[in-house]
């Protein structure tokens, strides 16, 4: 007999047109649940999971639709084992990248479409992306809390950083939002804020020469990536240029 338990009733799954007369506590669709008592000799249909993987035994279980294991993009409502159910419904919000196909869009796809659009409106700032993460991690520990690991249904939920990488999310630091408020130009390298420097202004690497008392040939060879500037020289550069360092 393939029995399962059903809020804590023993029970098999029958289609409710083959029940002969017995009264089911429970339907899903075409089928029903009945106590294994009010059908002797029944043996009982299995549920969507075990057809799969087979039959483990005496079982809690539920109706939920969860994913279909002939078409992951699509779900299909049932009676599945509960552990099956809470681990399906885990893989399929915090692991799976929804499209247009899919009969549902996960929690991960949606947040990395928030991240995406907050990057690409410069409003994912280090306060923003915080507020995320933090909501993300609560959604993925209210998923996983307590979870088992039914055959095929081990989820770990991925880390938020993987959301920020996927969705090319950036994440503006207070310096860059500094210089967007106060419209400065924020570079991490110098040899890239002399080059945009000088290409911002009349300036060219003579003018620059004569007016930081450095070598043209050496400017033109730390514009071209060839050489390099000492200390002294990179601080007359910049100097000269209006360009400060921030630490």
Sequence with gaps: MNAYTF?????????????????PIHTCNDLGLYRTKDVPGEVGLLTEDDAYSGYNGPAEIVCTRCVNPENEEHLTEGYWTKDWAEAD?????????????????????????????????????????????KEWEQTAAALTEGLSSPLGKAVTAPAFDELLEAAHAHVTDH????????????????????????????????????????????????????DGLNYDNLC????????????
């Design 7 to 23: 809020n804590g009733i023993q029970v098999i799954i029958l289609f409710t047109s083959e029940a002969n007369g017995a009264q």
């Design 89 to 133: 419904l885990a893989e399929r919000e915090l692991c799976t990248r929804t499209t247009e196909r899919h009969d549902w869009t996960s929690r991960r796809t949606e947040t990395e479409r928030r991240l995406e659009e907050a990057s690409e409106a410069n409003a994912l700032d280090e306060a923003a992306a915080d507020a995320f993460r």
């Design 175 to 226: 310096l860059e939002q500094l210089a967007r408020t106060e419209g400065y130009h924020l570079h991490t390298d110098p040899r890239e804020a002399i080059a945009a420097a000088l290409a911002a202004s009349d300036m060219n690497a003579a003018q620059l020469s004569a007016e930081a008392g450095i070598a043209t040939s050496s400017i033109s060879r730390y514009l071209n990536g060839r």
């Design 236 to 247: 007359k550069a910049l100097r000269a240029l209006g360009i400060r360092l921030i630490y």
